[in-house]
Nanobody, 117 residues
Framework: EVQLQASGGGLVQPGGSLRLSCVTSGFSFDDYPIGWFRQAPGKEREGVSVISTSDGNTYYADAVKGRFTISTDNAKNTVYLQMNSLKPEDTAIYYC??????????WGQGTQVTVSS
């Protein structure tokens, strides 16, 4: 059974940091890019960052470049999203997904990130 378990969300003040984790199982971790996506209330889901688990290549949306860092621990089949300098507009439900980021094969449940003073 394929599973992607996202965690690490919470309430943080503007300028603060959070680290999201996505623990995966049930598929070959090295064969799938893993991405983070987010959906804010009333908005469409958008891609945030993607990493190739085989060669480490990364992609970041313009809105998060320089603030967010995606990384993997291949021994733990886990992908992380370090989020620094958080802004209220980063508030959303964050999801991790495996596969082509244009149409991922597998999705995890979301984790809520709220940036507010």
């Amino acid at each position: 059974e394929v599973q992607l378990q996202a965690s690490g969300g919470g309430l943080v003040q503007p300028g603060g940091s959070l680290r999201l984790s996505c623990v995966t199982s049930g598929f070959s971790f090295d064969d799938y890019p893993i991405g983070w996506f987010r959906q804010a209330p009333g908005k469409e889901r958008e891609g945030v960052s993607v990493i190739s688990t085989s060669d480490g290549n990364t992609y970041y949306a313009d809105a998060v470049k320089g603030r967010f860092t995606i990384s993997t621990d291949n021994a733990k089949n886990t992908v992380y999203l370090q989020m620094n300098s958080l802004k209220p507009e980063d508030t959303a439900i964050y999801y991790c997904a495996a596969g082509d980021p244009r149409a991922p094969d597998y999705w995890g449940q979301g984790t809520q990130v709220t940036v507010s003073s």
